[in-house]
């Protein structure tokens, strides 16, 4: 075989034309990972939403929490439903809640482009127990029936008006914030949090709720599902909580899955020719040197191995440089709709190893295709031709 320094003292001798192809391909590959980063993000916001011994019950026909709404009455049903978790005190550990959708301004937009959609969600004291990635950051908890209300960091940070201290309107009504909290970059993080029985009051919801999230041990999940599901008196259905926030991410990803997917699709093809581009340029100017391989007794397998190494090492050193610069957006926060709700989400990049580790195999791929053919027509010059060349 062709020793490797060869393939690497080419590389250091075309530094221009080198330069210009990894740049190419470390472009491509930052464009790449930074969408797969995002497409990780959006998962992440609603995956880590749920604990994984929660249910979350809603009106059997809903599909989301901001279209569902049952009956107060039905709560004093389900807390006497049997396997649910009891609190110290010996209560059923239960949540009733009222979540709605509220246009608000964002933060440095122009005035006519400023709304957005933001969830508010009224909670009981048992729902700060019944998430355990929740933390306040600053501030303290709201106070029940004094128009208090705490709101996620991320989204404080993005619309007007949520600043600890600051009063904002709602329903005709002043509303102090006296917080921010986050929960682990769940999609709790895109939302406003307030009593529940004040937030019904202002929304004129004082006979509804929206949701119950309940605690349900592993082994008496399936019992209780089944019960709530199969009660005429409530016509409700019961969810585990992570299977709930992996449906509800369901269409974005769809959408920004399918976008990366044909976006990589195109940057491959015009980045395959740039590697093929290069590598023609390389092996034209190299066909004395192929000659005199190939009279010292390399087969021209080993020729054809060599470029392909080369194609593939430069393709690499270009992926390498696109997979680091991925990380200047790992972490950063950015909101989009939720379709499913029409609000808005705040998320963070993720780069991860995984998206790193395909990246560079993304990246190798291009190097490999576009210097296949090059490769191959470096390996079939005629050694009579090769050594004629001057």
Avoid: C
């Avoid at 964002?106 to 909670?123: A, H, M, P, Y």
């Avoid at 009279?295 to 060599?306: K, Q, T, Y």
């Amino acid at each position: 075989m062709i020793p490797l320094r060869y393939t690497i003292r080419s590389l250091v001798v075309r530094k221009a034309a080198t330069a210009v192809t990894a740049l190419a391909i470390a472009l491509v590959v930052w464009v790449l990972a930074s969408l797969g980063a995002l497409v990780n993000g959006v998962r992440e916001a609603f995956v880590v939403s749920g604990e994984p011994d929660n249910l979350l019950v809603l009106r059997a026909s809903s599909s989301s929490e901001t279209i569902s709404g049952f009956e107060r009455e039905k709560l004093q049903v389900l807390k006497f439903v049997d396997g649910i978790a009891l609190d110290p005190k010996g209560e059923p550990l239960i949540s009733p809640e009222i979540v709605i959708v509220v246009n608000r301004k964002r933060k440095g937009l122009q005035e006519e482009d400023s709304d957005r959609n933001v969830i508010f969600r009224g909670v009981s004291p048992a729902g700060f127990e019944l998430r355990r990635r929740f933390r306040m950051v600053k501030g303290e908890r709201f106070r029940s029936g004094v128009g208090e209300v705490i709101v996620a960091a991320p989204i404080a940070r993005r619309f007007e008006g949520f600043e600890v201290g600051e009063t904002f309107q709602f329903q005709s009504r002043p509303w102090r914030v006296v917080g921010h909290f986050e929960a682990d970059g769940s999609a709790f993080e895109s939302e406003v949090w307030m009593d529940a029985n004040e937030l019904g009051e202002a929304a004129d919801r004082r006979t509804v709720f929206s949701s119950a999230l309940l605690r349900v041990p592993e082994a008496a999940r399936r019992m209780v599902m089944a019960r709530i599901d199969s009660d005429p008196r409530l016509n409700l259905k019961a969810k585990e909580e992570q299977a709930y926030y992996r449906e509800q991410t369901g269409r974005t990803t769809m959408v920004v899955t399918i976008l990366t997917g044909v976006l990589a699709i195109l940057m491959a093809v015009g980045t395959v020719f740039a590697a093929a581009n290069a590598m023609y340029a390389a092996v034209a100017h190299r066909v004395r040197e192929v000659g005199t391989m190939r009279a010292l007794g390399f087969s021209r397998a080993s020729v054809l191995v060599a470029f392909l190494m080369e194609a593939g090492l430069l393709s690499l050193i270009g992926g390498a440089a696109g997979a680091a610069l991925s990380f200047l957006v790992d972490g950063l926060t950015v909101g989009m709709a939720n379709w499913n709700t029409f609000s808005e989400v705040v998320f963070k990049f993720r780069v991860t190893p995984a998206l790193v580790g395909f990246a560079l195999a993304y990246a190798l791929a291009i190097g490999v295709i576009g210097g296949f053919l090059p490769a191959v027509g470096a390996a079939r010059t005629p050694l009579s031709a090769a050594l004629r060349e001057t």
